[in-house]
């Protein structure tokens, strides 16, 4: 069981390592402050889950090591009833000339397991690392993958009443991540205690009892996952709006300026802002403005993944469809796109050229013109980019 | 009290650590644990091999059979006893900033932590001393029951150690030159012991200034129970026990003081 009441943290930062010294020893003030938990309180029961959402620097970390006891609290009460073990120290104390076995008991034993326990429990251990015979060789031969399964086999196996797990998970192949997430929910069902911190809301949601929100190192929900992931998202997406909004500043369009894109909005058609479920339509809207009479005008869109590859992009000549504006003429264009592709985040371009190519002469060409973000699957998971119209038929045979 | 059944928890991983540094830290090399005994023998023989057969270093005043190594043994046991304490202070001195990736990710205490290179330099003095004893056993020169107050004598300098290395550990997170400071000053502190030479060509005024080094009471002490084979100054080591308590009220309260700060800065 974890109670955690009225917990606050904060960070000083100071100008000099010496300042901080003459500080902690005069109590006299050197530093500015930053509040990384302020009244955080929760609680969480044998047997339970709790989800711990939050942007980077919202206080997840901070709130696990303060549980872990590798940082103390300014003020404000932890109380966990038994052993405490993070998976956010996965490997720790690992010495890479050693063999598989021998690190099991260093790590063990920083994990505060005793000697009799982690004999008992050995055999175990290296059963579920899946490492066979390599755990007689030095753990330099190892790959990362293996590394991250002896260590979170040895975690596991500490036989902790909480559990804090982090994303540190995320680093094994996906066959070990099931069987990771198997023996999570063992020991759930063991009544064990989780804290669960992650950025995949798919997993919060389907693992998860409870969750709560971190902004700013306030809670600022404690619901069900469900409705704590819909919180989350709305935070996620007020802040893609002002990132969009602050490149929007940054990167002027360029081009003779014949035709301009003076508004762009983008959202998903059901969830109204900019955080969609991959096969949702994506909504663009788009204002144009002539300051030339034109005959001609091509519109286009691309959007891009986050390294920045072409994923679609598609232009009004394309679709045969002509433009034609009036000097100081304003047109609204509306552009719904089926957002059949991979969970990630994306960005949106536009361009405003003579028909055919914009290399000949461009009007106008904006990239980062908007984010927006995929997030969750509406239709059934996929792998890759993008999908695929794709049917799986059976006959069985018999001969 | 708290603190120490604290430390007794934490005990297996603090014999895990210090079992690092005398053995697995060879795991790698050919002759693997034989190392942790080769060195201090190695070091023993180039001594007295030196000093006393090549060098044929003597000093003057004692039993004229064993002349040839008085040198030898009044520099080996000065040298052993120097040699754990400055190994154990440097490596605790640097130990939170060493050991911050652990630190940072599991709950060691603080206080446990220096235990680990304390424990292995004073286990490799050990096997030292085991050599040296079979040497002098070899040159026929006598071991007294005085011998047993070593271990006493060794655990107030490890006493010490702990107290002055705490100290310059949770200084040196705020102040990165201590670092550097304790690496240069080291050797100085050496040559302000009376290891090497002997204590009778300090002149009388500076005497009394060597006498407040508690490295010179240290030494001193073993130098009467192993070559001179008296008492040795009962007083002196009294003052060092006082200066020993001190040093660990004042570190551990600093420590105490700061420890939240301290585990934020890492």
């Known amino acids: 069981m974890i109670t955690v009441e009225h917990l606050h943290k904060s960070f000083k930062l100071f100008a000099s390592p010496r300042d901080r010294l003459k500080e902690a020893l005069t109590g006299k003030s050197h530093h500015t402050q930053h509040m990384a938990l302020c009244d955080v309180s929760f609680g969480v029961q044998p047997g339970e889950i709790l989800g711990v959402l939050g942007q980077n620097g919202a206080g997840k970390s901070t709130l696990l090591k303060l549980m872990t006891g590798v940082l103390l609290p300014d003020s404000g009460r932890i109380d966990i009833q038994g052993r405490v073990t993070g998976l956010l120290e996965l490997g720790t104390g690992f010495n890479t000339e050693l063999s598989g076995a021998d690190n099991i008991t260093a790590n063990a034993l920083m994990l505060g397991m005793s000697r009799v326990e982690i004999e008992q429990r050995r055999e175990e251990i290296i059963a579920f690392s899946e490492l066979g015979d390599y755990i007689h060789e030095p753990l330099r031969t190892y790959s990362s993958g293996m590394v991250m399964r002896l260590g979170f086999a040895i975690a596991i196996h500490a036989d902790p009443a909480c559990l804090l797990v982090d994303e540190a998970l995320s680093v094994g192949d996906g066959y070990f991540q099931q069987k990771c997430m198997q023996r999570i929910r063992d020991f759930k069902a063991q009544g064990g205690t989780i804290l669960f911190v992650s950025h995949d809301l798919n997993a919060v949601k389907v693992l998860c009892d409870r969750a709560i929100v971190l902004e700013g190192g306030h809670i600022v929900a404690n619901d069900t996952p469900a409705t704590a992931v819909n919180h989350y998202n709305r935070i996620m997406a007020k802040q893609a709006s002002q990132e969009a909004q602050r490149q929007g500043e940054e990167n002027v369009a360029f081009g003779t300026q014949e035709v301009v894109v003076t508004a762009c909005q983008v959202e998903g058609q059901e969830s109204q802002s900019h955080m969609i479920s991959s096969g949702e339509v994506l909504n663009i809207h788009l204002r144009l403005k002539a300051n030339a009479t034109l005959e001609d005008i091509a519109l286009g869109i691309l959007v891009r993944d986050r390294f920045g590859q072409d994923v679609f992009g598609q232009n009004t000549h394309q679709h045969q469809q002509k433009i034609a504006m009036q000097a100081g003429e304003v047109r609204d264009v509306y552009v719904s796109v089926k957002a059949d592709i991979a969970v990630g985040k994306y960005t949106l371009s536009a361009a405003l050229h003579p028909s055919d190519h914009h290399l000949s002469r461009c009007y106008w060409w904006h990239d980062h013109l908007a984010t927006f973000e995929v997030a969750g699957y509406r239709e059934s998971k996929f792998s890759g980019i993008c999908r695929l119209s794709c049917e799986f038929s059976f006959l069985t045979r018999v001969d | ?266």
């Open chain 2, 1 to 266: 009290m708290q603190m120490l059944r604290r430390l007794q928890h934490q005990l297996p991983l603090v014999m895990l650590l210090t079992r690092q540094e005398l053995i697995d830290r060879h795991k790698s090399s050919l002759l693997g644990r034989t190392w942790t005994l080769l060195s201090p023998l190695i070091n023993i023989l180039v001594f007295v091999l030196i000093f006393s057969t090549i060098m044929g270093a003597r000093l003057e005043g004692f039993g004229a059979e064993v002349d040839q190594y008085t040198y030898s043994i009044y520099l080996i046991s000065g040298i052993l006893a120097w040699t754990v304490f400055a190994k154990s202070l440097s490596a605790i001195t640097n130990i939170f900033m060493d050991r911050a990736g652990m630190i940072t990710k599991v709950n060691v205490s603080l206080r446990a932590l220096p235990f680990a290179p304390l424990l292995s330099e004073a286990i490799v003095y050990l096997i030292g001393m085991a050599f040296f004893a079979v040497f002098l056993l070899l040159i026929g020169f006598p071991i007294s029951e005085l011998w047993l107050g070593v271990p006493l004598v060794l655990a107030l300098q490890l006493a010490f150690t702990y107290g002055l290395g705490l100290l310059l550990a949770v200084l040196a997170v705020y102040i990165k030159d201590i670092r550097e400071a304790v690496a240069v000053l080291l050797p100085v502190w050496f040559w302000l012991t009376p290891i090497v030479y002997v204590d009778d060509i300090i002149p009388p005024w500076a005497r009394e200034v060597i006498a407040l080094n508690p490295l010179f009471q240290f030494v001193d002490a073993y130098r009467a129970l192993i070559l001179y084979q008296q008492m040795p100054n009962i007083a002196g080591l009294a003052v060092i026990l006082g200066v020993t308590l001190t040093l660990l009220y004042v570190a551990l309260w600093l420590l105490n003081r700061t420890e939240r700060d301290l585990r934020d800065s890492l």
